[in-house]
């Protein structure tokens, strides 16, 4: 009986220190959470922790917008008994019901939360718990891997707080998915000393990553998890197990290929130059700036942290343990050499040898794996010292280097004032193509309105809805040529929401806000409602005329279907281009030498005159574009002048 009693208090000893070190652990990811995401945090109460893009009264625009729509897709779906892995609102009716494969697997965790604290506090407190999730799953595999406390704890850290995971946490769902590599060989290190039942746990977790929609991320895991299983076994039944959980993660990418990549917009994959636009510049990984405008470029590795961790693969090659330094030293490298994409011809051997790397357009998504391998040889380096001391001092060293001002204030807007629930489809202007993240504001916006509606944010949207957002995006400048009405009335829009705040200042769309509610009132659409910048249009005789502030008359405004003024003129970058002048009299333009046939329209007229001095639209057509030679992409005509002159008397 003494002895029995003896193992019990043992056990319940360890069990005690087990837990006191897991607390330990949490409380220092918490607040490692918190300074990564300050100065935000100041704010988390009524602002998104996120990018901080301007906003204009609207709710600022970002990944984070997104990934919340997924997010909160996977509650709400589950609340009225549907399928939690289905879009039902995005890019209808013209494709099926989206598949919501972001929402996996951390919309469960959401659900909760915005219940609890509202979509803004549940989308901050998701932010800090995420960070607390990475450093537990590392750490716990750091420890499987038999690393003294102190080491495993700072290798945790160095992995939560990585820049790079924290640029990709900000909005983009790839930081958040990263968490699942450690869990992936926590879980294979645990089968190895115990049980196989955690194989499930580990292929699971290697599964979701591609599941999640981060195919380009489980490109570089699957065959670092399968050489990570080489190197800590011969046994076949436990490479039996890892190959099980391979060919788990494989099919969770080929199903998201059927049924999401395939028949989009980037079924035939990306193009080298498109991959070059991405690609980081060796001074990137040593640079602490965050240039917004370039933020997947952002690769900051830190400056101490890397040589610690030179030092600890050194020192597991000294320990003669060849092959986990030959798998973590390759970890570490292999995609840091990636993110240069085609800065180095090994990018472009690999895009031209290996198919599936022909879909991914940012080369840097592969550096989690590089996080993860610099902070375990980070630890082992630490674990050589075997002193309290030096790892408490290298986490605050950990701290310092790689802090880094990534986050900013997003403000959350107004979507339950400004669209209701109602019936029929919703249509948002301005109308972006499904790949530019302002499209992002309608996605968070729907989450109050409820509606289907024929726009969406995706970067593998459906081509049929790229194709009718080209179509429609007229409709942003007020241009109503072509059968914008019949088009709206077949695809049953009920209801257009104008958002005037996404028109300023905005590169994606010209400053044209006044023309778009211009020509909704003059086709019968009269405002229903307001929210800020937010105009709720319906087709009713009864409504009410917010104040407008007019264009300068003095100078015409181009819509989309021009590019910038190169001083000499202006080329169409669509076959059809519209702009709106204002005046009377007879128009003259004038174009540079072109063997393009041209139609050029006024008001929807083929004459040129116009008899009342007012705003116009003409809009000028051509049947294709061209090579220009000072153009790098193809163009229509080249407009060079634009005169009205006194119209002939009849």
Known sequence: MALRHGRGAGFRRAA??????????????????LAAASPAILHARSHFLSGGAPAHGEASPGDHLQTLYHYWLVGHQLEHGRAPWRDPYTFRPEAKPQPNYPGWPFGLLFWPLEAAFGFVGGWNTLQILLYVLAGLAACAWLRELGLPRGPALAG??????APYRVEQSVGHLLGPISILI???????????????WWFLVSGAALASIPLSGQVHLALGVIPFFVAYALCRTRDPRLLGGAALATLAAIGGGILVRQTVIKGSTQSGGRSLGEISFYSARVGDFVSREVDHARSEQFVFLGWATPLIALAGLLLLLRHRRFALAAVLGLGAAVPVVLALGTRTPVYSVIWHALPPFRFPRVPERLLPIACLCIAALFAFALAQARRTVVAVAAMALVLVDFHVHIYGK????????????SAGRLLELPIFDPGVHYGSVYLWYDTAAQRERPAGYSTTAPKQAKAI???????NCGDWSGGMSAELERLGIRSIALHRGLYIRNQAVPSAGWFAARGLLAHGWSVQRTAGPVWLFERSSIGFLPRRLEPVRTRPVFCQGWLGDTGAGRYMSETHAPFWIYGAGRLQLGFAQSSLPRSVRVDGRTSLVAAKRDWHLVTVEVPRLVKAADESKRVGLKLTRITWSPAPAR
Request: aromatic letters at 10%; proline letters at 7%.
């Open 16 to 33: 005690s220190r087990r837990a006191g070190y897991v607390a330990l652990g949490a409380a220092l990811y918490f607040g490692a959470g």
């Open 182 to 196: 450690p869990v992936t060989l926590w879980a294979f290190e645990r089968a190895r000393r115990g049980s196989g």
């Open 469 to 475: 957002a080209d179509r429609l995006q007229r409709l």
């Open 410 to 421: 997003s403000a959350p807007g107004d979507p339950d004032g400004a669209v209701p629930r």
């Open 156 to 161: 945790g850290l160095a992995f939560t707080i």
